[in-house]
């Protein structure tokens, strides 16, 4: 049986796009690292009921970047949101 994971992959997943961050995350305040800490938490815990079309670009440009280890983050981010899937119903 096909995951959701494959399922997306053989519909094209995401594409690579260059997509670069508009900062640089080393150059981050402690107090800006919480409060896009608290924005992930938020987008995750509310990803489901987003429109498939806004998680693709979501996850495109969460994934996409200048870094070495594209793929591996790629993967890493797929594998977060589909291990809390079920985030948003456990409110």
């Not at 094209?12 to 080393?26: F, M």
């Not at 981050?28 to 509310?46: H, Q, T, W």
């Not at 440009?61 to 977060?80: E, M, N, P, Q, Y």
Request: aromatic fraction near 6%; include cysteine; proline fraction near 3%.
């Amino acid at each position: 049986m096909a995951t959701a994971l494959d399922r997306w992959d053989e519909e094209g997943g995401a594409q690579e796009l260059a997509w670069p961050l508009p900062y640089n995350a080393s150059d981050l305040r402690d107090v800006e690292r919480r409060v896009l800490e608290c924005l992930g938490a938020a987008l995750v815990s509310e990803w489901n009921d987003l429109p498939t079309d806004v998680q693709r670009r979501l996850f495109e440009h969460a994934a996409s970047g200048k870094s070495h280890d594209a793929i591996v983050l790629k993967t890493r981010i797929a594998r977060f949101l589909h291990d809390h899937k079920d985030a948003s119903r456990e409110r």
